[in-house]
């Protein structure tokens, strides 16, 4: 194997890698968003029971 065919192994290795860890990074952000969606949706409920009852 040529110099430059380690090299670019390894380069592609680290983009490999970055791309995982962003992939991550995105599932956890897609995860954080979905919990603060349902988290509004019980608060929405909650505000509509309480309308209604003062109604």
Known sequence: ???TDV???K???DYAASRKLYGKHIQ???DE???RQKDL???Y???EVE???KL
Do not use: D, G, P
Request: no cysteine.
């Open 11 to 13: 380069m592609l290795v």
């Open 41 to 43: 949706e019980i608060e």
């Open 1 to 3: 194997m040529k110099k």
């Open 7 to 9: 090299a670019l192994a």
């Open 33 to 35: 968003l979905k919990k």
């Open 51 to 53: 309308l209604k009852s």
């Open 45 to 47: 409920s909650k505000i």
């Open 28 to 30: 956890n952000e897609i």
